[in-house]
T-cell receptor, first 114, second 114 residues
Framework: KAGVTQTPRYLIKTRGQQVTLSCSPISGHRSVSWYQQTPGQGLQFLFEYFSETQRNKGNFPGRFSGRQFSNSRSEMNVSTLELGDSALYLC?????????????FGNGTRLTVT | QQQVKQSPQSLIVQKGGISIINCAYENTAFDYFPWYQQFPGKGPALLIAIRPDVSEKKEGRFTISFNKSAKQFSLHIMDSQPGDSATYFCAASGGSGGYNKLIFGAGTRLAVHP
């Protein structure tokens, strides 16, 4: 079974631009979560989608948004990029998001904002 | 109350030794405690997870010990191997946050010397 696939792997953007990251979950997984990983703040939860609905949200500004499609694929968007948005963005999927449904992470998209 | 504190920040162990990483949490509503392993350039991979109704869980060379009253849990890696050299993250979730909203510790960089 293929794992969580994230595209692109690397991205360089300029301050003020916007960016869209894509995630394809493991086949059959209906929940997709996004995390931001930085050396300073570590791994932080952005949001979770289940059946095309945002089910949970972390403490990030409204510039960070996401969506999920009917095939469970997900995208996240960051508008008006800031230097501090440079990070590894990780997507993770699970069957349904319950206690017995562990999160499986992709290898991330490395975003650099200049 | 949402924090998970992890120690040590880095750890050096000789091949064949025992690696021990400790975590403490504050939110008593947490009831799912996974450990993730991350290699450079890769996303975190689930190693082992425990729930508070169990005091210990073992999978191969990896053991989680859980102390509910102290709100602490730890990862023991027996017979540590150079291939175990990676960054390890503890995490916690549950309660109103849902199980996919993982609160991660800051990570422990483990180096196993041959």
């Amino acid at each position: 079974k293929a794992g969580v696939t994230q595209t692109p792997r690397y991205l360089i953007k300029t301050r003020g631009q916007q960016v869209t990251l894509s995630c394809s979950p493991i086949s059959g997984h209906r929940s997709v979560s996004w995390y931001q990983q930085t050396p300073g703040q570590g791994l932080q939860f952005l949001f979770e989608y289940f059946s095309e609905t945002q089910r949970n949200k972390g403490n990030f500004p409204g510039r960070f948004s996401g969506r999920q499609f009917s095939n469970s694929r997900s995208e996240m968007n960051v508008s008006t990029l800031e230097l501090g948005d440079s990070a590894l963005y990780l997507c993770a999927s699970s069957l349904a998001g319950g206690q017995g449904s562990p999160l499986h992470f992709g290898n991330g998209t490395r975003l650099t904002v200049t | 109350q949402q924090q998970v504190k992890q120690s040590p920040q880095s750890l050096i162990v000789q091949k064949g030794g025992i690696s021990i990483i400790n975590c403490a949490y504050e939110n008593t509503a947490f009831d799912y405690f996974p450990w993730y392993q991350q290699f450079p350039g890769k996303g975190p991979a689930l190693l082992i997870a425990i729930r508070p109704d169990v005091s210990e869980k073992k999978e191969g060379r990896f053991t989680i010990s859980f102390n509910k009253s102290a709100k602490q849990f730890s990862l023991h890696i027996m017979d540590s191997q150079p291939g175990d050299s990676a960054t390890y993250f503890c995490a916690a979730s549950g309660g109103s946050g849902g199980y996919n909203k993982l609160i991660f510790g800051a990570g422990t960089r483990l180096a196993v010397h041959p």
